[in-house]
């Protein structure tokens, strides 16, 4: 199994922290352009930006959590499968 990395943006501090264990859920649209892909942490606590990648496990852990201006950037280690 490998992983990897997504970033997410978390607007209230707190939810959660490094080494924690996160569900995701995955949402779609339909473009112009193809298909697109974005993931939540369960439940409503950080979106993910827009890939055309999709993921093959809704499973991860958080590797950082990193204060910016307004909001926090959220690392998580997805663990797909090949």
Do not use: H, P
């Not at 995955?26 to 942490?41: C, F, K, Q, R, V």
């Not at 950080?46 to 201006?69: D, H, I």
């Amino acid at each position: 199994m490998m992983g990897r990395e997504m970033e997410f943006r978390m607007e209230r501090a707190g939810l959660i922290q490094a080494g924690d264990r996160v569900s995701l859920k995955e949402d779609s649209l339909s473009t112009m352009a193809g298909i697109i892909y974005y993931y939540t942490i369960r439940d409503a606590v950080a979106m993910s930006n827009n890939t055309k990648k999709r993921l093959s496990s809704l499973e991860g852990t958080v590797r950082s959590v990193e204060a910016k201006e307004s909001y926090w950037t959220v690392t998580v280690d997805v663990e797909e499968q090949v």
